[in-house]
């Protein structure tokens, strides 16, 4: 049974009790919201147990907008794989892998228009290489799609990092268009990708070393010209070294102002070559550039400075701060051109060098109130005695994806929550997703608490086609009374990487 890859559509989440006064390091208010739309099955009848069917209370409107074998659209950051214009218009790109084995893969676009209407159900191909993937999105020069992906042309080749571009809006006549290449490196991929307000092309891509040592993450730009449908690129320059695949960027609307974001290992001697290192003990970095043009890596700010361990304080303290970030960030920038980041803690002890099998939160900040970090879900109910495992590169909440309704000025922040219930673990022994959104009617500093949307169980010893595992949500910058959300729905909760 193949994995759906569906477009969601939420209405707006309206606040219906007011929030507590600020503190630092709050809890997520017990904030239910009022939620209208269609409650519509979000999968294949075919795979669909019938008994089920009355039980799922699903929100908003769905919409299959494609299929695919690759039930992991991205290791860590996810970026943005929809967009949403303000004449209408939602577009969509996504890794497909046409076949059981995901020999074939590669990128496809669809999009719906304003009423409501799909241009290719099931969606259409983007490149003909032998093989692509990983792919992210922007919208602009009047509605053209730009999805940016890594590809090869040669069978077994390198895979390296390129940007597709429409010929005119909404036509699927897509060009690609490769970025450079960099002295001594044979694999710049994974890449994120955002239009700053002079329509250049801000792209953030990771090297691929093939190990577990430590590796880079590389920036670019690319202007693209109308008159010849083409991108040119500056050279890749270095930007840092990560041991995770969490790398964002993003871009104001009103100013110059561009931001991107890292993990970096605070392991000793990071990043020195032939370090053991740790995928788990990260800070946040972020590096704000005010005109876009010439970022100063060297001036990055180290977002969260966790407390390090200090060994002769008592036992169970002598750690200092127990979390972490761990893969996965989200960057934006409001309408009043504040950032905004939204981040994954697990829990980590860096003397004993573990944390717990799945337990996170994950956490908002804003440069508009910089001392303060907002939980935005917290996922530690059940640390101390479930020891269900969520899978490589998962924790139990994860996968933040922030976005502004510029009427009204609420944040959302969707995200995905295993449901981690020792009942409905699937036939491959992983628990299966949902899809969470929470409101913040204050700027970030409180958030309301995160509302299923999906609302799906997964039988117990679920059998492949019968899980309910939603996975790899985004959603799109803009709000319009509606947030349009996109996710993978896999009918088999199993980990392609064991």
């Known amino acids: 049974m193949k994995h759906l890859i569906i477009s969601l559509t939420l209405m707006t989440l309206i606040p219906v009790f007011s929030f507590a006064s600020t503190k630092p390091l709050k809890t997520p208010m017990v904030n239910y919201p ?4 269609n409650e519509v099955y979000p999968g294949s009848p075919k795979s669909t147990p019938p008994l089920l069917l009355d039980n799922l209370d699903v929100i908003g409107e769905i919409d299959t907008i494609g299929t695919t074998w690759v039930k992991i659209q991205h290791n860590g950051t ?3 794989m929809i967009e949403r214009s303000t004449d209408g218009y939602t577009d969509f790109v996504w890794m497909n892998g046409l076949d059981y084995g ?3 893969r590669h990128i496809y676009y669809n999009f719906i228009d304003p009423l409501g209407v799909q241009a290719w159900p099931g969606g259409y191909p983007v490149e003909s290489s032998q093989r692509a993937g990983y ?4 919208v602009d020069f009047n509605g053209i799609a730009f999805p940016a992906f890594h590809w090869t042309n040669t069978p077994g080749g390198d895979f390296w990092t390129a940007v597709a571009t429409d010929f005119f809006a909404h036509t699927g006549t897509f060009i690609t268009y ?3 290449p960099y002295a001594g490196v044979d694999k710049i991929i994974w890449p994120k990708v955002q239009f700053d307000r002079n329509q250049v092309l801000q792209i953030v891509s990771t090297e691929n070393p093939g190990g577990f040592e430590s590796y880079r993450h590389f920036y670019t730009t690319g202007t693209y010209n109308p008159l010849t449908y083409s991108i040119v690129y500056e050279p890749w320059e270095e930007m840092t070294w990560t041991m995770t695949i969490a790398g964002d960027v993003a871009a104001s609307d009103i100013s110059d102002r561009v931001a991107y974001g890292w993990t970096y290992c605070r392991d000793d001697g990071f990043p020195a070559p032939g370090g053991d290192y740790s995928q788990y003990n990260n800070d946040i970095h972020i590096l704000i550039d005010d005109d876009g043009l010439d970022p100063d890596w060297s001036q990055a700010v180290n977002l969260t400075d966790f407390i390090p361990p200090i060994p002769f304080w008592p036992p169970f303290t002598q ?10 960030m989200s ?3 409001d309408q009043d051109d504040y950032l905004h980041v939204a981040f994954t803690t697990p829990s980590y002890f860096e003397i004993q060098g573990i944390m717990y099998w799945h337990a996170s939160i994950i956490w908002h900040w ?11 879900h917290n996922a530690f109910d059940d640390f101390w005695w479930n020891t269900v495992d969520c899978g490589t590169w998962n924790v139990k909440a994860q996968r933040p994806s922030l976005a502004q309704d510029p009427s009204t000025g609420y944040l959302y922040c969707s995200y995905q929550v295993f449901d981690c219930d020792t009942n409905a673990i699937s036939a491959g022994d992983l628990p299966s997703g949902e899809v969470f959104v929470s409101v913040s009617t204050d700027g970030g500093m409180n958030w309301a608490l995160g509302t299923n949307i999906t609302q799906t169980v997964t039988p117990d010893n679920g059998a492949p086609g019968s899980c309910f595992n939603e996975i790899c949500p985004n959603m799109a910058k803009l709000v319009d009374g509606t947030c349009h959300i996109m996710y993978v729905m896999d009918h088999d909760a199993a980990d392609p990487y064991r």
């Open 331 to 333: 960057l934006f920038f």
């Open 78 to 80: 996810i970026g943005r």
């Open 366 to 376: 804003t440069e508009q109130y910089p001392d303060e970090f907002v939980m935005i």
């Open 102 to 104: 995901v020999i074939n």
């Open 178 to 180: 490769e970025t450079l």
């Open 135 to 138: 792919t992210t999105m922007d």
């Open 34 to 37: 009022v939620m209208t739309g």
């Open 319 to 328: 750690n200092g701060d127990t979390l972490r970030a761990y893969t996965d």
